[in-house]
Nanobody, 124 residues
Framework: QAQLVESGGGLVQAGGSLRLSCAVS????????MGWFRQAPGKEREFLATISRRGELTDYAESVKGRFTISRDNAKNTVYLQLNSLKPEDTAVYYCAAARTIALPRLASVYDYWGQGTQVTVSS
């Protein structure tokens, strides 16, 4: 069973950037498709991005395409989410997730393992 730990969240001004990291325990990291989601207060969990096992394929939600970039380093068992041009509406708890699939799923229910989340707050 994988354990996921996010880091890198914080408070940033609008227009700023952050890089989130998600460290995954175990030796099976390269077998997981990885994804990032976020959840704002009173809202449902929202898909942001996903990346294939070897990192050659990615998929993004329209709301973040061109501003956020997902990447992974299989040697470090880590997946990243670079957040650029941040807006106040990007304020949320950001979660990484791992899925035992070769697909690039957008549905949260497809993911098998989740981290505890890291808070991102964007001030105007």
């Amino acid at each position: 069973q994988a354990q996921l730990v996010e880091s890198g969240g914080g408070l940033v001004q609008a227009g700023g950037s952050l890089r989130l990291s998600c460290a995954v325990s175990g030796r099976l990291f390269s077998m997981y498709t990885m994804g990032w989601f976020r959840q704002a207060p009173g809202k449902e969990r929202e898909f942001l991005a996903t990346i294939s096992r070897r990192g050659e394929l990615t998929d993004y939600a329209e709301s973040v395409k061109g501003r956020f970039t997902i990447s992974r380093d299989n040697a470090k068992n880590t997946v990243y989410l670079q957040l650029n041009s941040l807006k106040p509406e990007d304020t949320a708890v950001y979660y990484c997730a791992a899925a035992r699939t070769i697909a690039l799923p957008r549905l949260a229910s497809v993911y098998d393992y989740w981290g505890q989340g890291t808070q991102v707050t964007v001030s105007s």
